[in-house]
């Protein structure tokens, strides 16, 4: 069997912002970096659409695109909906690159990607409040119903996440302590919580336990390098190989494997004592 071989696009540009004022703007406008196996043969027969967080851009998530992807017949490809802002929550900006994309999936994917794919959203913090409420049950513009959702640790305006609804698949993500604000069940809780489709969800919950200034893991896990507020540590990057076991085998039940909730906590191998598993119908709790 040959080894993985993930190749990654770069950064590339749709569309544009325009004046300070939107003159001249074309839409939709965002920016794009999508990774795959090359190793694996074919076309892909998933896509993952991930949004990013508040403040991050499409390359800041390579770390967990690649580990989602080895060994896969999968594209994960990271999207900022607002390039240059710090502000992620735009769910029509979201739906509007999400429907670009698949409209456009050989030529945007550079024909890594089946035209018959089974397509995946989510995202990371804003970035993935703004992927839920661009779904059509939440009367958001979104063209098609994903086959599965993937929520690291969204967080959104007002009621938030758990105001919204989702009815597909669910893979969440989040954590037992606060940190950067974020309330616990506000956010990747919320996303596990208010899944429908309890034949089909599992949430990852990290146990980021305090272990003195600048080394607990935080809500920026998910991204290589963390923020400036919240850099990660290598002492975090353990997470992200965790996230992926869980992504493929979630996956894998997306295209009708699924798989057990022993076979997840296998997942987190030496690290069990610092991952919860809540799977199925079970309510996910701190």
Same mark, same amino acid.
């Given at each position: 069997?040959?080894?993985?071989?993930?190749? #990654?696009?770069?950064?590339?540009?749709?569309?544009? +912002?325009?004046?300070?004022?939107?003159?001249?703007?074309?839409?939709?406008?965002?920016?794009?970096?999508?990774?795959?196996?090359?190793?694996?043969?074919?076309?892909?027969?998933?896509?993952?659409?991930? =949004?990013?967080?508040?403040?991050?851009?499409? %390359?800041?998530?390579?770390?967990?695109?690649?580990?989602? =992807?080895?060994?896969?017949? @999968?594209?994960?490809? %990271?999207?900022?909906? *607002?390039?240059?802002?710090?502000?992620?929550?735009?769910?029509?900006?979201? /739906?509007? &690159?999400?429907?670009?994309?698949?409209? *456009?999936?050989?030529?945007?994917?550079?024909?890594?990607?089946?035209?018959?794919?089974?397509?995946?959203?989510?995202?990371?913090?804003?970035?993935?409040?703004?992927?839920?409420? +661009?779904?059509?049950?939440?009367?958001?513009?979104?063209?098609?119903?994903?086959?599965?959702?993937?929520?690291?640790?969204?967080?959104?305006?007002? /009621?938030?996440?758990?105001?919204? #609804?989702?009815?597909?698949?669910? $893979?969440?993500?989040? $954590? @037992?302590?606060?940190?950067? &604000?974020?309330?616990?069940?506000? &956010?990747?809780?919320? /996303?596990?919580?208010?899944?429908?489709?309890?034949?089909?969800?599992?949430?990852?919950?990290?146990?980021?336990? #305090?272990?003195?200034?600048?080394?607990?893991?935080?809500?920026?896990?998910?991204?290589?390098?963390?923020? @400036?507020?919240?850099?990660?540590?290598?002492?975090?990057?353990?997470?992200?190989?965790?996230?992926? #076991?869980?992504?493929?085998?979630? =996956?894998?039940?997306?295209?009708?494997?699924? &798989?057990?909730?022993?076979?997840?906590?296998?997942?987190?191998?030496?690290?069990?004592?610092?991952?919860?598993?809540?799977?199925?119908?079970?309510?996910? %709790?701190?």
């Amino acid at each position: 069997m040959s080894s993985s071989n993930i190749v #990654k696009s770069g950064s590339q540009t749709i569309g544009s +912002a325009g004046s300070l004022f939107g003159f001249g703007a074309k839409k939709p406008h965002y920016q794009y970096e999508y990774y795959h196996d090359s190793s694996v043969k074919g076309s892909a027969t998933v896509v993952i659409l991930f =949004v990013v967080g508040t403040a991050m851009s499409c %390359t800041a998530y390579s770390d967990l695109a690649d580990k989602c =992807v080895s060994g896969q017949s @999968t594209v994960w490809v %990271t999207v900022d909906n *607002n390039p240059g802002g710090l502000v992620k929550l735009d769910e029509k900006d979201t /739906a509007a &690159a999400f429907n670009d994309i698949v409209a *456009n999936i050989t030529k945007r994917l550079g024909g890594t990607a089946s035209s018959t794919a089974k397509i995946l959203v989510g995202g990371h913090s804003a970035g993935g409040y703004s992927a839920i409420a +661009a779904m059509q049950e939440n009367g958001g513009d979104l063209s098609f119903k994903p086959a599965g959702f993937i929520a690291a640790d969204p967080l959104g305006r007002g /009621a938030g996440v758990p105001s919204l #609804k989702i009815e597909c698949p669910t $893979f969440a993500m989040g $954590f @037992t302590i606060e940190t950067c &604000a974020v309330k616990l069940d506000q &956010a990747g809780l919320a /996303a596990y919580n208010i899944t429908s489709n309890k034949g089909n969800r599992v949430m990852m919950q990290i146990r980021n336990l #305090k272990s003195g200034f600048g080394k607990q893991i935080t809500h920026c896990i998910f991204s290589s390098d963390g923020c @400036t507020a919240c850099p990660s540590h290598e002492a975090g990057a353990w997470t992200r190989s965790v996230m992926g #076991k869980f992504c493929i085998l979630f =996956v894998d039940g997306i295209k009708g494997k699924k &798989a057990t909730k022993a076979q997840y906590v296998e997942a987190t191998g030496d690290k069990s004592d610092l991952v919860n598993v809540f799977y199925g119908d079970e309510t996910a %709790t701190v």
